[in-house]
Each structure stands twice: as structure tokens, then as C-alpha cells.
């Protein structure tokens, strides 16, 4: 499996695992079937109209149709938009095949980066623009992706909980010293540390960063606890 090295914000990099073609065409079959089975629930309830209230389907036989072609569209391309944003770069399909999307620097995803990315999905990449690119690109990256500045990593089957508790031993006011940012890379951190085969670098790169923050600040020795925990 290709790997990749990501430098975040903080200046520390980080190693990920790139999804490969398989396993993205696999999770968007997946999201394609619940796509479909939504779609196949809508077609049934219009055809239900039509049989069981024929004078209720010929007066509003347009309205009906018009709403339809907006779920529609929703489902096309909100399905995809709401499932990532809801599931920190998931989707369905994503999740059972332990892939997820993040920014090329390593940072969640936001509303347009998503955006951008299944746009280009709907509109090009679903043309089997995608699938070339994954094979000639270097980072397995889709048209979309490169669009939104985005990349699909995988994630192996050890996993840990997602957890703060270190930091929020430390110190309860941990949000008030630390950005979104560094809260996301610590969860990335012990999300992975024990998948990794050997976090040791990337761990001194934390506490480094970490202690240099903390020692401008001048509220190092209330997060030593926290540090020596990494």
C-alpha cells in the first residue's frame, strides 16, 4: 500500500496510508446501493400516488415530479456532502471500508472542500474520469480531489479510541491554549499511534512542538503531565 508523508500546520509530519483503487471502488459501490435503495423508496411512493389517488397525481402531477427531481438531486449530490461532514470524512461506504477524506494538509475536510470534490464527482469524475486518474496519479487522487485539495487515506483494522483525556487531565482549560487545529492532530495522533510501527519521531515532534508552545506561553508546567503522556 502507498504511503504518503503529510507536514500539518504545527510543522510535524505525519504518515498515512493511501486508499487504494479497490477499496474506493468498493466503498462507492456501497454508497451507490444506499443511494439506490433511497431513490427505489422514492420510485415506489410515486408509483403508489399514481395507482392508489390518480385524481390527487393529476392535479399535482407536476409538483410531484418537481420535489422528486430535488431529492433526487439531493441524494445525488448531498448524500455524499452530509455523510462526510457528519462522519469527520466518511461515508457509508468509507466507513465500512475504514477510509476517510482529509485535506492535503492533513486537516479535516470543511463544507467546501466536500463541496468542490462531489461536485466534480457528479459532473465529470462519475464518467470514469475518476478511475484514470486513480491509476496515473501518485496519490491516487481524482479530479475532484485535486480541486478541493483533498486526499483519501485508509485505516488499518487496529484501532484505539478517539480520545482527550490525557490533555484534559492535564489541564481543563486545555481548549483556552490549543487551536482546532492542534485538537484535531492530537485526536489524529491517538487515533493512530497504535497502528503505527514505530510513532517514536512522530511523538518527539508533538512533545517538541508542544513544549515550545507551552513555554511561550508560560503555562509549561501545567501541561507536563500531558506531554510525558503522548
Known sequence: MKKIKITTPENIEVEYSLAGLASRTAAAAI???????????????????????PEFWGEYYGWIIGISLII????????????????????????VLK???????????????SAIRNLFRVF???????IVLLFFTKENKRLGDYA???????????????????LMRANERYEYYLTKEEQE????YYRRKNRMDD?????????????RKFESMQVLNEFENFINEL
Open 185 to 188: 492532530l492530537i485526536r489524529e
Open 72 to 95: 433526487f438531486a439531493l441524494i445525488s449530490y448531498g448524500y455524499f456532502i452530509a455523510m462526510e461532514l457528519s462522519m469527520n470524512g466518511q461515508t457509508l461506504g468509507k466507513k
Open 99 to 113: 477510509l476517510r477524506v482529509i485535506r492535503n494538509n492533513g486537516q479535516p475536510i470543511t463544507l467546501k472542500h
Open 199 to 211: 510513532y517514536s519521531q512522530l511523538r518527539e515532534e508533538l512533545k517538541k512542538h508542544f513544549t
Open 148 to 166: 478541493a485539495s483533498t486526499i483519501v487515506v485508509a485505516e488499518h483494522n487496529k484501532e484505539v479510541p478517539v480520545t482527550l483525556e490525557a
Open 31 to 53: 454508497d451507490s446501493l444506499v443511494q439506490f435503495a433511497v431513490l427505489l423508496l422514492l420510485g415506489i411512493a410515486i408509483i403508489l400516488i399514481v395507482r392508489s389517488a
Open 124 to 130: 465529470i469524475d462519475n464518467f470514469g474520469v475518476g
